[in-house]
């Protein structure tokens, strides 16, 4: 069985500071990995994934992730938040050969002025 | 190109009541989904259609049915609605080839079971 954990319900942080939101996942197998964004009453959007090759993935609107195997964690990053990145964002993971995506239960960032 | 569209958007329900939820999208995906989000719980995949002729359960599809009526649209039914299915219905597609990956989202349906 594949499963996603976002320790963090919420992470709130000052405009132009740095954004982390962590996941950590558990599967059978090499993952593929996912973060999407959600703006209120709205649909999930895609903001970047880890397939395979460089660890570092870099994604929509300045975010990237990174992916490490050792402590299966995909955590994203932002280096400098804008007010507009105030939104839930969930985790993704899913196997090869698998249509299932399993996802966290999301992490809602708010970014204050 | 509207990408995946969901009808209706909000919908009021009598519990027994029954309705379907439609779904359609333009990029000629092959599969389909249809998720539901509670508050704290993610979204949980209820049925999902690899491709067009096939639908599978996924983690809660008990109390629905759905219909892959061809390439484009995936249906979600509710026969005898409770308020446990008060929730918003998210439909999503892939491509579904080798080196497709992401699934894009459909707005939503906000369901509410009185």
């Known amino acids: 069985a594949q499963s996603v954990a976002q320790p963090e319900d919420q992470v709130n942080v000052a405009e132009g500071n740095p954004l982390t939101v962590k996941c950590t996942y558990s599967?059978?197998?090499?993952?593929?990995l996912f973060w999407y964004v959600q703006y209120p009453n709205r649909g999930l959007q895609f903001l970047l994934k880890?397939?395979?090759?460089?660890?570092l993935v870099k994604g929509s609107y300045g975010f990237e992730a990174e992916f490490n195997k050792s402590q299966t964690s995909f955590h994203l990053k932002k280096p400098s938040a804008l007010v507009s990145d105030s939104a839930l964002y969930f985790c993704?993971?899913?196997?090869?050969?698998?249509?299932?995506?399993?996802f966290g239960a999301g992490t809602t960032v708010t970014v204050r002025a | 190109n509207a990408g995946v569209t969901q009808t209706p958007k909000f919908q009021v329900l009598k519990t027994g009541q029954s309705m379907t939820l439609q779904c359609a999208q333009d990029?000629?995906?092959?599969?389909m989904y249809w998720y539901r989000q509670d508050p704290g719980m993610g979204l949980r995949l209820i049925y999902y259609?690899?491709?067009?002729?096939?639908?599978d359960k996924g983690e809660v599809p008990n109390g629905y049915n759905v219909s892959r009526l061809n390439k484009r649209e995936f249906s979600l039914r509710l026969e005898s609605a409770a308020p446990s299915q008060t929730s918003v219905y998210f439909c999503?597609?892939?491509?579904?080839?080798?080196?497709?990956?992401?699934?894009?989202f459909g707005p939503g349906t906000r369901l509410t079971v009185t």
């Open positions: 993704a993971v899913r196997v090869p050969n698998d249509y299932k995506l399993s």
């Open positions: 259609s690899a491709s067009e002729g096939t639908t």
């Open positions: 990029m000629n995906h092959n599969s």
């Open positions: 999503a597609s892939r491509r579904g080839t080798a080196n497709s990956y992401e699934q894009y």
């Open positions: 880890y397939i395979t090759g460089d660890n």
């Open positions: 599967v059978s197998g090499n993952p593929y």
